[in-house]
């Protein structure tokens, strides 16, 4: 379905176009404020700190934008991050941390709900180089497998500034190719490439430096996982780590109130998602023990 919808974006765009963003677009909003829940949540029992009503035992409806959306050019760059050619259809889109909206979610209080995992591309596909020194950037995602948000409807939101650093652009959702184009948001079905989001608000983080496979005391970090909701709108967990000793390194994420099947690299199994990653001294780089070249 997404697919459909940049396709369908891309057919009607214009071939050119001013650079940069709209003239008329006014100041990026500050990284205080807050992201937009885009895609739909479950969260595994109360206590998150995020500004959405999520009530229990049912999906809260869907919050349509407060603004009207704002013509983006047609640009196609190479993005400064990591990544490949990165192209935006002209159109008006919805822009993130400029409106405000909210897509469904619920508290569930019964622990035990279905999820699978996914960790960080620069970990799990070994895409980003892993230095001493340099920030390592550690997200974990929890999807539901329940089918539970399987039929709830949110946004699907992308990058809008290819050329800007990811950090630094701003993020919408199309709605249309005129100004006068009404709100449509995206069904979810389990289908889909992308299910729905659930956060476990008592999850924990450990990340251990590894001495001959024993972990070496005391570990790098061990505490509460912390959450977020990332430029795109989805329930992130996230974790800034800068070691100063190559080695190998074991990241393990403990979600006491979920289910944890399959995950896209590592072992998961029950109530914990582990990896382990290599970080490399000087300027060579690492990649998780057994990713693929």
Not at 52 to 69: E, M, Q, R, W
Not at 188 to 212: C, H, K, M, Q, W
Not at 261 to 270: I, K, L, P, W
Request: overall charge negative; proline content about 9%; hydrophobic content about 35%.
């Amino acid at each position: 379905m997404w697919l459909t919808l940049i396709a369908s974006a891309v057919a009607v765009a214009a071939p050119g176009g001013s650079k940069g963003p709209p003239a008329d677009k006014g100041n990026k909003p500050t990284s205080e404020v807050s992201n937009n829940l885009s895609v739909p949540a479950i969260l595994a029992g109360a206590g998150s700190k995020f500004a959405i009503n999520c009530p229990a035992g049912t999906f809260s409806g869907l919050v349509p934008p407060t603004k009207d959306p704002v013509l983006y050019p047609y640009e196609c760059a190479p993005p400064k991050d990591e990544g490949g050619l990165i192209c935006v259809a002209e159109g008006y889109y919805y822009v993130q941390r400029d409106a405000v909206w909210q897509a469904p979610c619920m508290t569930e209080s019964q622990p035990g709900i279905a999820v699978s995992g996914k960790w960080g591309d620069n970990l799990a596909g070994g895409s980003a180089s892993l230095k001493v020194g340099s920030p390592i950037r550690v997200e974990f995602l929890l999807l539901d497998a329940s089918g539970t948000s399987g039929d709830k409807a949110g946004y699907f939101v992308i990058k809008l500034e290819p050329s800007e650093l990811d950090r630094e652009s701003d993020y919408g959702h199309l709605a249309g190719v005129t100004p006068e184009t009404v709100f449509t948001p995206i069904e979810y079905t389990v289908s889909d490439t992308f299910p729905g989001i659930v956060f476990d608000p008592s999850a924990t983080l450990r990340i251990e430096r590894l001495d001959n496979g024993v972990p070496v005391s005391p570990a790098v970090y061990n505490g509460i996982a912390s959450g977020e909701i990332n430029a795109t709108g989805k329930i992130v967990y996230g974790y800034n780590l800068k070691v100063q000793v190559a080695g190998t390194y074991r990241i393990t994420y403990s979600f006491p109130r979920v289910t944890l099947g399959a995950c896209n690299a590592g072992t998961c199994s029950v109530h914990d998602a582990v990896l382990e990653i290599l970080v490399a001294g000087g300027g060579g780089g690492g990649k998780p023990p057994g990713a693929g070249e």
